[in-house]
């Protein structure tokens, strides 16, 4: 074992592995603009050393990989007009980039508590594990958001309209269900990670992808969907639209159970929010590339951080925890063309740029 331990960040060499550990457990590991900086080192470090052969994403504690990121940070650069957004997104969403392309094995142990950046992190990697634990979500809708680091690229990727439904929702993917949607790839017990980890860090300098699958496989249970999969049907009949009132609509028609319940979820949630997200899902499925996807949503993320409804959805959901958001228009049905059209639009020099 080689290397130094630094604070919010760990990263070290371990036999054969690039070690990177979120270290902030009592944050669930969310990630500051720092910590997205020290990744970046170790990536560069891991990449160049012959004898690290295989990248391991992990998080310390019990409670999750990462619960994204540092919005509390966010939400008070944007109430100054200050600039952290602009700078934490573009290295942010670089990196996200990066890790889709890393020429190394990235193996990314989806464990617990998986949200927001930590899916960015993660769920990009050439290898993701969850586990008997995961809750993954994009619930970025309810802070006036929208699924970012590059949640719309995966998202639009899912089965039918999965990706829709988890999109507007904001809803919580268990493990099996997170296959299903292609956020993740295998299935692996708490209880046998310990053993995987450790054959990881034996892996040979120079295995290919194909290896560490097949390493991988040795110890996952062989689940691939879970209780939303089963609903693929009717979330294709409900979500199967482009404009968010006909499927306000058709939740109302239908009158089920799950329909009513998923209508007073969207009813919580930002309604400017949903529309730019629905747009931005149907605009990524035609998307070439993970990159086209990363540039759209920083257009539309430096929109969002000068929103009303970011900063009263992060007021209602992290500051004063009241849950009661007061949204800027308060229905769908006022969420004009010319409100949209800023979150599409092109933002010249600053836009954002891969190496």
């Given at each position: 074992?080689s290397?130094?331990?630094?604070?919010?960040?760990?990263?070290?060499?371990?036999?054969?592995?690039?070690i990177?550990r979120l270290?902030?457990?009592?944050?669930?590991?969310?990630?500051?603009?720092e910590?997205?900086?020290?990744?970046?080192?170790?990536?560069?470090?891991?990449?160049?050393?012959?004898?690290?052969?295989?990248?391991?994403?992990?998080?310390a504690?019990e409670?999750?990989l990462?619960?994204?990121?540092?919005?509390?940070?966010?939400?008070?650069?944007?109430?100054?007009?200050?600039?952290?957004?602009?700078?934490?997104?573009?290295?942010?969403y670089?990196?996200?980039?990066?890790?889709?392309?890393?020429?190394?094995?990235?193996?990314?142990?989806?464990?617990?508590?998986?949200?927001?950046g930590?899916?960015?992190?993660?769920?990009?990697?050439?290898?993701?594990?969850?586990?008997d634990?995961?809750?993954l979500?994009?619930?970025?809708?309810?802070?006036?958001?929208?699924?970012?680091?590059g949640?719309?690229?995966?998202?639009?990727?899912?089965?039918?309209?999965?990706?829709?439904?988890?999109?507007?929702?904001?809803?919580?993917?268990?493990?099996?269900?997170?296959?299903?949607?292609?956020?993740?790839?295998?299935?692996?017990?708490?209880?046998k990670?310990?053993?995987l980890?450790?054959?990881?860090?034996?892996?040979?300098?120079?295995?290919?992808?194909?290896?560490?699958?097949?390493?991988?496989?040795?110890?996952?249970?062989?689940?691939?969907?879970?209780?939303?999969?089963?609903?693929?049907?009717?979330?294709?009949?409900?979500?199967?639209?482009?404009?968010?009132?006909?499927?306000?609509?058709?939740?109302?028609r239908?009158?089920?159970?799950?329909?009513?319940?998923?209508?007073?979820?969207?009813?919580?949630k930002?309604?400017?929010?949903?529309?730019?997200?629905?747009?931005?899902?149907?605009?990524?499925?035609?998307?070439?590339?993970?990159?086209?996807?990363?540039?759209?949503?920083?257009r539309?993320?430096?929109?969002?951080?000068?929103?009303?409804?970011?900063?009263?959805?992060?007021?209602?959901?992290?500051?004063?925890?009241?849950?009661?958001?007061?949204?800027?228009?308060?229905?769908?049905?006022?969420?004009?063309?010319?409100?949209?059209?800023?979150?599409?639009?092109?933002?010249?020099?600053?836009?954002?740029?891969?190496?």
């Amino acid at each position: 074992m080689s290397g130094v331990e630094e604070g919010d960040l760990i990263a070290r060499i371990e036999g054969a592995a690039g070690i990177i550990r979120l270290n902030r457990p009592k944050a669930i590991n969310a990630v500051t603009l720092e910590m997205l900086r020290d990744i970046e080192k170790a990536l560069d470090r891991f990449e160049a050393d012959p004898d690290v052969a295989v990248i391991l994403l992990e998080g310390a504690g019990e409670r999750g990989l990462c619960a994204g990121g540092d919005i509390r940070t966010l939400w008070e650069s944007s109430k100054v007009n200050g600039d952290l957004g602009k700078i934490l997104w573009r290295e942010e969403y670089i990196l996200n980039a990066r890790i889709k392309k890393f020429p190394k094995p990235y193996v990314a142990f989806m464990d617990g508590i998986v949200m927001g950046g930590g899916v960015g992190l993660s769920a990009h990697a050439s290898h993701r594990i969850v586990t008997d634990r995961t809750k993954l979500a994009m619930p970025e809708v309810g802070l006036g958001f929208f699924p970012d680091v590059g949640g719309t690229y995966l998202l639009s990727r899912s089965p039918g309209e999965i990706g829709t439904y988890f999109g507007l929702t904001g809803q919580t993917m268990n493990g099996p269900d997170a296959i299903h949607a292609k956020f993740a790839d295998a299935v692996v017990t708490v209880a046998k990670w310990p053993e995987l980890r450790e054959a990881l860090t034996r892996v040979r300098p120079g295995a290919t992808a194909a290896d560490v699958s097949k390493l991988i496989n040795g110890f996952a249970t062989g689940e691939t969907a879970g209780p939303v999969a089963a609903k693929e049907p009717v979330i294709d009949a409900l979500f199967g639209f482009d404009r968010m009132e006909d499927i306000v609509a058709a939740l109302k028609r239908d009158g089920s159970e799950f329909a009513l319940a998923t209508l007073k979820t969207l009813n919580e949630k930002s309604p400017r929010g949903m529309v730019v997200t629905l747009k931005l899902l149907r605009l990524a499925r035609n998307a070439s590339s993970l990159e086209e996807c990363l540039v759209r949503e920083y257009r539309a993320a430096l929109e969002v951080f000068r929103s009303d409804d970011f900063r009263e959805g992060v007021r209602a959901a992290v500051i004063d925890k009241d849950r009661n958001p007061t949204w800027s228009p308060p229905r769908i049905e006022d969420v004009t063309p010319q409100m949209l059209a800023p979150y599409l639009a092109e933002i010249g020099a600053d836009e954002l740029k891969f190496n």
